[in-house]
Structure formats: C-alpha cells, structure tokens
C-alpha cells in the first residue's frame, strides 16, 4: 500500500517533495491509516483534530486517541473543539454542513499560520462513489458527477486510490489503532442511507462497484 500511496501523492495530488502537509485527523480507520502512511513515506506532516462535540465522551475517546498517536511519534498537533451542535441551532443550518464548514476553515487558518504547505484528508474510493450515487439520486449538474477531486486548491486527497476495505485490512494487520464512529451506522442521515442500504445491493450487482463508480466520475 505504501507504494501505491506514495505514487498517488506524486501523480494525482502534484507533490513536488519538500512540503509539509497537515493532515486532518478525525481518529478513524482512514485518517489513521493516512497518518501511518505520511510518517512511513518520511513526508514532513502535522495532525489536525476537530473535536467536533456531537457524540459526548465518544467525541473526546477520538481525541485522545489522536494526541496519543501524534504524541507517540513527536508529530506536530493541532487540535480545536467546536459547539457544533448550538452553531447549527443559531445558524439554522444542518450539523453536517456547519461542521464541514468549521472544519475547513480551521485547517485553512491553522495551514496559513503554521506556514503548511497543503491539508489532506483522508477521503477514499467510496466517498467518491457515495457522492456520485448521492448528488445524483438529489438531481444534479454535470459537475455534481465528478466525484472528489485528488487535489483542489490546498486541499489534497491521498487516499482516493484505495477502497475502504483495503485500507481497513493492512491497518488491522499492522496494528494501526482506531475508533469507529456508530452514528455511521444509523439511517437517519441520507449518505448513511445510501451507504448501508442502497450500496450493497448495487454491489450484489458489481462486487467492484466503488471502481467502476470512480471510473464513471473521471470519465465525467
């Protein structure tokens, strides 16, 4: 996988060598995973946490665990806690939108004053699909069938080259620690739904249907 990854960062996200990248690091299989991969292709890297406060003690369990790890390795962290729930309510908005937006715009103020050269987020082969299958099933333009994008602006994805199940093994298997957030397995939000019940029934009809997915978005 280190392979892949490292090929990924050079090809798809434009490293040149020499930056440094911070990495939004929610505690996760994904971001840990991406975490392991930075410090083992040796790439200069910090650890960004949101604490995010919408799942009490489960919320404050993610972020330990990430000051342990960054701890652990001497890496740089940077970690901020939000009301999320109350900025919403003032907001009228939903908790998923204002937590995007806080969140990017924190790592964008911590790249800039910390002088980091690129954030990346562990988004992978099924966010991509997800997000297709989702922005299609609400109506959309052509733009809204292009997936995630490996790099945007600062912002880079290194992890889109690989499914989540393929990220999942090789972090049991080297020992990778991580903490799974159960509100992925409620229904109540509509990517929850079409991830635990509209995908494993397309891939009934497509065992590789994340690839297939990703390779309709870039042909898009």
């Given at each position: 996988?280190l392979?892949a990854?490292n ?6 996200c434009?490293?040149?060598g020499?930056?440094?990248?911070l990495?939004?690091?929610?505690g996760g ?5 991406m975490?392991?991969l930075f ?6 890297h910090g650890?960004a946490?949101?604490?995010f ?12 665990l ?6 652990m390795?001497?890496i ?11 900025i919403?309510e003032q ?8 937590a ?7 790592l964008?103020k911590i ?9 990346a ?21 052509i733009?809204g ?8 602006g600062h ?11 393929e ?18 397995t409620e229904?109540?939000y509509?990517?929850?739904k079409i991830r635990?019940l509209?995908?494993p029934?397309l891939r009934?009809?497509n065992?590789?249907?994340e ?10």
């Amino acid at each position: 996988m280190l392979e892949a990854f490292n090929k990924f960062l050079f090809e798809k996200c434009g490293l040149r060598g020499g930056e440094r990248v911070l990495l939004a690091v929610s505690g996760g299989v994904d971001s840990m995973a991406m975490a392991h991969l930075f410090r083992m292709a040796g790439i200069a890297h910090g650890i960004a946490h949101c604490n995010f406060q919408l799942r009490g003690e489960a919320s404050d369990k993610d972020e330990e665990l990430v000051r342990e790890y960054a701890g652990m390795h001497h890496i740089s962290l940077h970690c901020v806690a939000f009301p999320t729930q109350s900025i919403a309510e003032q907001e009228k908005e939903s908790v998923q939108v204002i937590a995007r937006r806080l969140r990017y715009e924190w790592l964008e103020k911590i790249r800039r004053e910390e002088g980091y050269d690129l954030i990346a987020t562990a988004h992978h082969m099924d966010d991509t699909a997800e997000t297709v299958l989702y922005n299609l099933s609400k109506g959309c333009g052509i733009r809204g069938l292009h997936g995630i994008a490996e790099r945007r602006g600062h912002i880079i994805r290194p992890m889109l080259f690989s499914t989540k199940a393929e990220i999942e093994q090789p972090a049991a298997s080297q020992g990778i620690a991580w903490r799974d957030d159960a509100s992925n397995t409620e229904t109540y939000y509509a990517r929850n739904k079409i991830r635990l019940l509209a995908i494993p029934a397309l891939r009934e009809i497509n065992p590789q249907w994340e690839r297939a997915m990703v390779a309709n978005a870039q042909r898009f």
